[in-house]
């Protein structure tokens, strides 16, 4: 996603560091332990989360867009003039469209696509 976006190989390579190849050590009645390697992400309030969050809902968001560009994906209309397609709020992600099935199986590709990039 990253590379996608047009991040360099240098930076994608300090994520990389970041996320899956960095250290750490528990405190254990005040005092820390041997350090160790952290395998399975990010921890719980990284601040690192919320920026890989906005690119990932980003890399949603052009999922959902080229769809609906080409008239197979209809958001909600509020006016003529207003369309909601995607709301986020915070770590919440909720995707608005038309009631029917074709939606629904757009909507399951579209979540079959983003599995592909879990670990």
């Not at 709020?89 to 599995?115: Q, R």
Request: glycine share 10%.
């Amino acid at each position: 996603m990253i590379e996608k976006m047009g991040f360099g190989e240098v930076w994608r390579k300090w994520m990389d560091l970041l996320i899956f190849q960095s250290k750490m050590s528990v405190l254990v009645n005040g005092s820390p332990t041997k350090e160790f390697v952290v395998e399975k992400g990010l921890r719980q309030g990284d601040p690192l989360s919320h920026f890989l969050f906005v690119l990932v809902a980003e890399g949603l968001t052009g999922l959902v867009r080229k769809p609906m560009e080409i008239g197979e994906y209809c958001g909600f209309e509020v006016n003529e003039r207003c369309i909601v397609d995607i709301l986020q709020f915070a770590y919440d992600t909720l995707l608005v469209g038309e009631g029917s099935w074709k939606h629904i199986w757009d909507l399951k590709s579209v979540g079959e696509f983003l599995n592909l990039f879990r670990g």
